[in-house]
């Protein structure tokens, strides 16, 4: 899970608290105050749903930004790309679930599409 317990920070965290390896997330455009932070994916974001403001992608993987829980895509999804070294801002602020992927394709599809071929003669 990426709440709190796993996702809560102190109080009053700063860019500079997101851990190597997480995606962070603060309520305040400028990276200041409470900071959501997950190394998982997370589909639900509870009190955190459409929050997050300014984002921190410090982890090896796309993070996808989806604006319905669940993964869901009514009107679309935003995304991180791996390793970031420096927090974003701007963006949709409609977060409600986030997914992390090693391939960007992952956002909108599954891993691996199904395929079959025929049997040669």
């Known amino acids: 899970m990426g709440l709190l317990g796993a ?30 932070k997950t190394r998982t994916s997370v589909p639900t974001l509870g009190s955190w749903d459409n929050r997050i403001r300014m984002r921190f992608n410090r982890t090896g993987l796309n993070v996808c930004m989806d604006d319905q829980q669940n993964y869901g895509l009514a009107g679309g999804y935003s995304w991180d790309t791996p390793a970031q070294s420096y927090p ?20 909108a599809a599954e891993p691996y599409p199904y395929w079959e071929t025929a049997t040669s003669p």
Do not use: H
Not at 14 to 20: G, I, K, L, N, R
Not at 95 to 102: E, F, N, Q, T
């Open 88 to 107: 974003t801002s701007g963006g949709s602020a409609e977060i409600s679930s986030i997914k992390l992927v090693p391939k960007l394709r992952e956002c």
């Open 7 to 36: 996702g809560a920070a102190p109080a009053q965290a700063a860019t500079s608290d997101c851990p190597q390896g997480y995606f962070c997330g603060w309520a305040n455009s400028d990276g200041t105050g409470s900071m959501f």
